[in-house]
């Protein structure tokens, strides 16, 4: 009956979204869209998601590629994790508490204003006051006390304490032109965005919903074959792969792993790109939650009792790793000696009985659909594979939405777990997601007060060897915690036309410049 329910809301979901979907594509190839009327230099990209931001860099990232379009930080982490230059060609630590940036001499923002140290320093004394509490990305800022220009060229960034990942966390602050941020005001500059990236906006659509960008022939990152994109959002993916298989875009992202021998039969181009995300079912220990839960053998007899290798290997087939710890092998931090948990119902048993739970417990995990490929059919395994063990879950369906406020506010109802990534994307460097495991986290959903100073300790550890050694201790500990159902890493499907010669993406979107077309 749980299944049937879920089943039933998970196809009317798919019915709506499928609908919308179908009405853009109706739209684009009754329009401009088709592939033998393509404009010479025009990139047509299929997102699932609109440009919520829109041209707003301080808020939470879309996803949708238009922040890496539009914008610049200090420096850019690569899709394996690598920090590398961007608007400062260099930087180092000139003590435990600073950090000085050297910036590039060439970059103009869109409204031909150069880019100049004191521009840096009015972004982040934005970013300190009470009038960015308000957006998330404020959050990469919290540890600098002062930002100070010393010269033209030269940023001095001084933290409250020993911050070891600074230029990481820098890599997620974009800069804006802060005379047109102070003279448009947030809402007026979500419109008329002026960054430093390569692209322009000439048209936002419906609510961000097919977006129109104009290569900028100043940037300092200068597009090399894309002179205008025009990102379609397209919810479902079986829509998006068919907009592709049609000619009506070249570039569709997020697509089912079953779509690969039909994309390779038609000759496309397909891409397989891991990212630094795992995916997890976190299990809540604090507030309103099960007991059982609260009990570190409850928590590793989940992860026992779920396959994940079948997941991987038929689900997903074969493109992703089940994972072991909340970090993946490309970043920094990562413990190569921890091995995951192996599928093994019957020791799942025993320690379900050994926690008191031999006759088993029923919890209610959230879900939210569509996240992740084939992650509706991942939940009902999870499901099927608990139940097999005397763990009886009830899936109640979020939306993304709901799933978002109830994160920030605490307000779980009787959820006692939910569906998600840990994430090391953003930062290149495991203490990302230590973060979210921590006592300290704002929306804690796991609290180990025995892990507080360890995981302090790792924050401000500026020996790279001492703190390297200090994180791998911390996944240690975590893989035996078991704070979240450890599932898979991310990897997410793209396919592309023949016309697009070369693909380039970083872990936060497309980059749209170094793309190539073949006219």
């Known amino acids: 009956m749980i299944r049937s329910q879920f089943m039933s809301e998970r196809t009317v979901y798919q019915f709506w979204s499928r609908i919308f979907s179908l009405a853009v594509l109706i739209t684009i190839a009754t329009g401009s869209m088709s592939m033998a009327q393509v404009e010479p230099g025009l990139l047509r990209a299929a997102s699932p998601v609109p440009a919520t931001a ?36 260099s930087w180092k ?23 100049r140290a004191d521009d840096v320093v009015a972004n982040f004394e934005f970013l300190k006051s009470p009038d960015a509490a308000q957006f998330t990305i404020a959050r990469h800022a919290e540890t600098i006390s002062v930002a100070e220009a010393v010269n033209p060229l030269t940023v001095v960034f001084t933290t409250h304490d020993p911050d070891p990942i600074l230029p990481n966390r820098l890599a997620n602050v974009t800069i804006v032109e802060p005379r047109v941020w102070s003279e448009l005001g947030a809402d007026g500059f979500t419109q008329e965005p002026v960054g430093t990236g390569p692209f322009t906006p000439v048209d936002w659509g419906a609510a961000g919903r097919e977006v129109e960008l104009a290569a900028f022939s100043r940037s300092w990152r200068k597009s090399q074959s894309v002179e205008r994109v025009r990102i379609v959002v397209l919810p479902d993916s079986t829509t998006r792969l068919q907009a592709l298989l049609s000619g009506q875009v070249d570039i569709a992202v997020n697509l089912d792993p079953d779509a690969i021998p039909e994309l390779e039969a038609a000759g496309l181009k397909v891409l397989v790109l891991p990212a630094a995300h795992i995916v997890t079912l976190a299990l809540r220990n604090t507030g309103n939650v099960s007991d059982g839960l609260k009990n570190k053998l409850v928590r590793q007899a989940i992860n026992y009792a779920v396959n994940k290798e079948i997941m991987a290997e038929q689900l997903l087939s074969g493109h992703v790793r089940v994972v072991s710890q909340p970090a993946t092998p490309e970043v920094f931090g990562f413990n190569p000696s921890l091995e995951p948990y192996p599928y ?86 495991a203490g990302q997601a230590i973060d979210r ?73 497309m980059e749209f410049e170094n793309i190539i077309l073949s006219e």
């Open 93 to 115: 630590s000139a003590g435990p508490n600073t950090w000085i940036f050297e910036l590039r001499e060439d970059v103009v923002f869109h409204n031909g204003a150069p880019l």
């Open 344 to 429: 093994d119902p019957e020791k799942a048993r025993s320690l379900l009985a050994a926690a008191g739970y031999g006759d088993g417990l029923a919890l209610t995990f959230g879900v939210v659909p569509g996240q992740t490929p084939a992650d509706a059919l991942l939940f009902q395994l999870i499901q099927q594979d608990l139940a097999n063990v005397g763990i009886d879950v009830t899936l109640r369906l979020l939306s993304f939405l709901d799933l978002a406020r109830r994160i920030t506010s605490g307000e779980w109802d009787n959820i006692d777990a939910y569906s998600g990534t840990l994430s090391s994307a953003w930062f290149g460097d």
């Open 437 to 509: 495991l921590s006592c300290d986290y704002p929306a804690t959903f796991f609290c180990e007060p025995s892990m507080t100073d360890l995981i302090e300790r790792s924050e401000h550890e500026m020996d790279r060897a001492k703190r390297e050694a200090l994180l791998h201790e911390i996944m240690a500990k975590f893989h035996d915690l078991a704070p979240v159902l450890y599932l898979v890493d991310y990897s997410s499907l793209t396919a592309t036309l023949p016309r697009v010669r070369s693909y380039s993406a970083r872990a936060t979107g």
């Open 54 to 89: 829109l041209g707003n860099p301080y808020v939470r990232d879309d996803g949708t590629s238009i922040r890496v379009a539009l914008f610049d930080a200090l420096t850019r982490l690569t899709r394996d994790a690598k920090l590398k230059p961007a608007l400062a060609k």
